[in-house]
Nanobody
Framework: EVQLQASGGGLVQAGGSLRLSCAASGFTFDDFAIGWFRQAPGKEREGVSCISISDGSTYYADSVKGRLTISSDNAKNTVYLQMNTLKPEDTAVYYC??????????????????WGKGTQVTVSS
């Protein structure tokens, strides 16, 4: 059974940093792409950043380029999202999701097959 467990959310002041973790289990890590998505109140869920585990290629939404960095630790089956220079508009529930690399388009889309529960990120001004 595919399981994705997101953690690391919290309350931070604008300009601060957080690191989110997505611990994956139940599948062959290298065969998947894993991404981070977020949903703010009243808004649609959007893709933030995704990574292809096998070749390390990454995708970032324009709104987060230069501030967020996605990485993977294959030994721990974990994907991280380092978030720096956080802004109030980054406030949202953050979810990690996964899909087979063969189904991954190279961009973060909400059509990924497997989803974990979210972690709340709140950035105060």
């Amino acid at each position: 059974e595919v399981q994705l467990q997101a953690s690391g959310g919290g309350l931070v002041q604008a300009g601060g940093s957080l690191r989110l973790s997505c611990a994956a289990s139940g599948f062959t890590f290298d065969d998947f792409a894993i991404g981070w998505f977020r949903q703010a109140p009243g808004k649609e869920r959007e893709g933030v950043s995704c990574i292809s585990i096998s070749d390390g290629s990454t995708y970032y939404a324009d709104s987060v380029k230069g501030r967020l960095t996605i990485s993977s630790d294959n030994a721990k089956n974990t994907v991280y999202l380092q978030m720096n220079t956080l802004k109030p508009e980054d406030t949202a529930v953050y979810y990690c999701a996964a899909d087979l690399i063969g189904s991954y388009s190279g961009r973060c889309t909400v059509g990924m097959a497997y989803w974990g529960k979210g972690t709340q990120v709140t950035v105060s001004s």
